[in-house]
């Protein structure tokens, strides 16, 4: 699954825009995973400019 450091989040919003599976809810200052949705592909993980998001094998 992918973890979210949300207080580091600056919301740009890049993750969501390459998430292949559009599972990454993004609205103001509030960012959320369906993980039910989400295939663990780690794009969102690489294009992070700033490493907030992480994989977390579990
Ligand atoms: S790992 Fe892939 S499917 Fe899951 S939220 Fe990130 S980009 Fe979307
Ligand atoms: S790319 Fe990173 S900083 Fe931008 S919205 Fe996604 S998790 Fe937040």
Do not use: H, N
Not at 9 to 23: A, K
Not at 36 to 54: A, G, R
């Amino acid at each position: 699954m992918i973890r979210i450091k949300e207080d580091r989040c600056d919301f740009c919003g890049t993750c969501v825009s390459v998430c292949p599976v559009d599972c990454i809810e993004l609205r103001e200052t509030v960012i959320k995973i369906d993980e039910k949705t989400c295939t663990d592909c780690k794009l969102c993980v690489y294009v992070c400019p700033i490493e907030t998001l992480e994989f977390v094998d579990e």
